[in-house]
């Protein structure tokens, strides 16, 4: 494997997870019956839609292709796929706890993308996402203890 093709490599399995919260984020305000979270899981959407095209960006600047869409595979990171069950069925603090839960995933990724040895110019721009997708998952957090 080429140079370029670990960095498209890694930067395309960061835009499946943020394109997965992106998803996610749409489906939960969709079924949200809270007007507060419905304006919160919007604003972060669009943010993630925003960082999913700086990585396709990112990608495209290292002569690669970049993936469109969220992963294929289910597993514990996937709780995307759950959120909007988990909106539609139950309180307020399960939703907070299923999204952080997500985040925390997201947050596990690109930690691992920064110990991968990508150009500085690269990990510059995941670490400034990193530290976005960590404030919004201890936000998360924070409402969760508000409203526990």
Known sequence: MTEKDRIVD??????????????????????????DLKAL????????GAIVRELQRLVAEQGGAADIGGTVMG?????????????????????????QRGEAECVRRYEEALKAGL??????????????????CDRMGSLRGVVA
């Open 41 to 48: 899981f919007n604003d972060l959407g669009a943010q993630r």
């Open 10 to 35: 890694t930067l395309n399995d960061l835009i499946h997870i943020v394109e997965d919260s992106h998803e996610g984020y749409r489906q939960a305000a969709e079924g949200s019956g809270n007007d």
């Open 75 to 99: 597993g514990a990171h996937r709780f995307f796929m759950e959120l909007k069950s988990t909106v539609l069925g139950q309180d307020r603090a399960a939703i907070l706890a299923e999204v």
């Open 119 to 136: 150009p500085l110019p690269v990990n510059a721009v995941i670490a400034q996402h990193l530290d976005r997708i960590r404030a919004d």
